[in-house]
């Protein structure tokens, strides 16, 4: 099983700066497989990214993702003060769906 | 336009059983497979079952021998049945259609099972 380890677990910024988010996978994965989702207080998930790279219907463009092989990137470029909030990884590989632990991004 | 609507949660007592739903529209559940992703109070997010379009399944780990799940195709429904629950079940479950056999790329708003006694 893979393992997705999220750091670091709390980003503390200030709006209008950069976030760098990290997702590390305890083997090489197929980075088709992996995906990002941002989740608000009192509300679903969301997916922001899928195929490690790809923005979701909707998603601004200040949001990136990156990455193959063990470590992938999700990239905010400027931080709104609607992304404060917890963002999650997500890798589908030996017919389970595993995500990371998380990373809370908070205003500093 | 595609939701996912869950219902079936409450307050249950340890060794109960629960039968979750999850009405989908804008789509057809054979099409696509449909997952439960759970969330305990404060943690993370973790994927208990999955019902594959095709009608294969999925269960982790925590929860098999005990959860079983099935669609109603003339209601669009899918449906997640968790039997002996224990307090460690208690949690936001979501169901969420998954894309390919690969992300989840709609999800309910999700329904509050609490175990205790």
């Known amino acids: 099983e893979t393992v997705l380890t999220q750091s670091p677990g709390t980003l503390s910024l200030s709006p209008g700066e950069r976030a760098t988010l990290s997702c590390r996978a305890s083997?090489?994965?197929?980075?088709?497989?992996l995906a990002w989702y941002q989740q608000k207080p009192g509300q679903s998930p969301r997916l922001l990214i899928y195929a490690a790279s790809t923005r979701a219907n909707g998603v601004p463009d200040r949001f990136s993702g990156s990455g193959s092989g063990t470590d992938f990137i999700l990239t905010i470029s400027r931080l709104e003060p609607e992304d404060f909030v917890v963002y999650y990884c997500?890798?589908?590989?030996?017919?389970?769906?595993?995500f990371g632990q998380g990373t809370k991004v908070e205003i500093k | 336009e595609v939701q996912l609507m869950e219902s079936g949660g409450g307050l249950i007592q340890p060794g109960g059983s629960l039968r979750l739903s999850c009405a989908a529209s804008g789509f057809a559940v054979t099409h696509y497979s449909i997952s439960w992703v759970r969330q305990a109070p404060g943690k993370g997010l973790e994927c208990v079952s999955t019902l594959y379009g095709e009608g294969d399944t999925y269960f982790a780990d925590s929860v098999k021998g005990r959860v079983t799940i099935s669609r109603d195709t003339s209601n669009n429904t899918v449906f997640l049945q968790i039997n002996s629950l224990r307090a460690e079940d208690t949690a936001m479950y979501y169901c969420?259609?998954?894309?390919?056999?690969?992300?989840?790329?709609?999800w309910g708003q999700g329904t509050l099972v609490i175990v205790s006694s």
């Open positions: 997500q890798h589908y590989g030996d017919k389970r769906w595993t």
């Open positions: 083997q090489s994965v197929d980075s088709y497989y």
């Open positions: 969420a259609r998954v894309y390919g056999h690969n992300w989840f790329d709609s």
